[in-house]
C-alpha cells in the first residue's frame, strides 16, 4: 500500500525500469493525503510516459466516470491518463464469494 513513509516502488524504479508492472489496488476506496494524491500521479504519469514499457493494472469497485467525479483538479489528470493506458473489465459479480473468506485453497 502507498502511504507517507512507504519503502514500496518509486518513480525512480519505474524510470529504471526495475519493475515492469506495477498493480494499484483498490484505487478509490479511501480518502488519501495530498502526498499519496502527488505519489499517485507521479507513478501513473510515469508509466504513462515509458510508453508501453511498464505494465499498470489498477482494481477498483468504482468506474472511471466515479473516479472522476470525486476527483480534484490535480486527480483529474491520473484518472485521464488511467483512461488512456488502461481497458476497463467489468466484473458482474458478487462482492464477496460465501464460504471463502480465511479458507483460500
Sequence with gaps: ???????????????????DHLVVDDLGKKAISPFV???????????YRSDGAVGLTVTSN???EQLAENADAHDLGTVRRLKDLCTVCALDAPRRIEGTKGNAP
Excluded: C, K, N, W
Design 1 to 19: 500500500e502507498l502511504g507517507e513513509g512507504h519503502d514500496g516502488v518509486t518513480v525512480e524504479d519505474i524510470r529504471s525500469r526495475r519493475f
Design 37 to 47: 494524491r502527488q505519489a499517485y500521479f507521479e507513478l501513473v504519469d510515469e508509466v
Design 62 to 64: 468504482l468506474t472511471p
